[in-house]
């Protein structure tokens, strides 16, 4: 199993459903490896097709095999709303070393409600602690 550190890149999503009736979706994405979650800043006002341009670093350890990408909208006096959600197998980011930014397809409820740009990057334990 690799260890090492895992970079996960949150460009952009483009389609997403609008869940607000009167105002711009705030949305912001949650990215989870394992039992890591990390979460984006909010892309207040940018509705369906917001943008976020951040990086995050996971640690890879036992049982990370896949990254779980989940995009939430922001609301001020209620509970957020969920707007769609993927998995990544991390399989192939392992194999290759990085895996250029892609769209990949949002799912609610098991339909497309739209897509997100990921890009991924595994540096093993070894070269880490080399270049570190």
Same mark, same amino acid.
């Given at each position: 199993?690799?260890?090492?550190?895992?970079?996960? @890149?949150?460009?952009?999503?483009?389609?997403?459903?609008?869940?607000?009736?009167?105002? !711009?979706?705030?949305?912001?994405?949650?990215?989870?490896?394992?039992?890591?979650?990390?979460?984006?800043?909010?892309?207040?006002?940018?509705?369906?097709?917001?943008?976020?341009?951040?990086? @995050?670093?996971?640690?890879?350890?036992?049982?990370?095999?896949?990254?779980?990408?989940?995009?939430?909208?922001?609301?001020?006096?209620?509970?957020?709303? @969920?707007?769609?959600?993927?998995?990544?197998?991390?399989?192939?980011?392992?194999?290759?070393?990085?895996?250029?930014?892609?769209?990949?397809?949002?799912?609610? !409820?098991?339909?497309?409600?739209?897509?997100?740009?990921?890009?991924?990057?595994?540096?093993?334990? !070894?070269?880490?602690?080399?270049?570190?």
């Amino acid at each position: 199993m690799p260890h090492g550190q895992l970079e996960v @890149f949150i460009g952009h999503a483009r389609g997403l459903e609008d869940q607000n009736w009167l105002t !711009d979706m705030n949305p912001y994405v949650v990215v989870t490896c394992r039992t890591e979650e990390k979460k984006s800043s909010t892309a207040s006002g940018e509705g369906e097709n917001p943008e976020w341009n951040e990086t @995050f670093l996971f640690t890879v350890t036992r049982g990370c095999d896949e990254v779980h990408i989940k995009i939430m909208d922001e609301n001020t006096f209620k509970d957020d709303d @969920f707007i769609g959600e993927t998995t990544l197998s991390l399989e192939e980011v392992f194999d290759k070393g990085e895996i250029e930014t892609n769209m990949y397809e949002l799912y609610k !409820d098991d339909e497309s409600c739209g897509s997100i740009n990921i890009g991924l990057t595994f540096t093993d334990r !070894d070269e880490y602690e080399e270049n570190y």
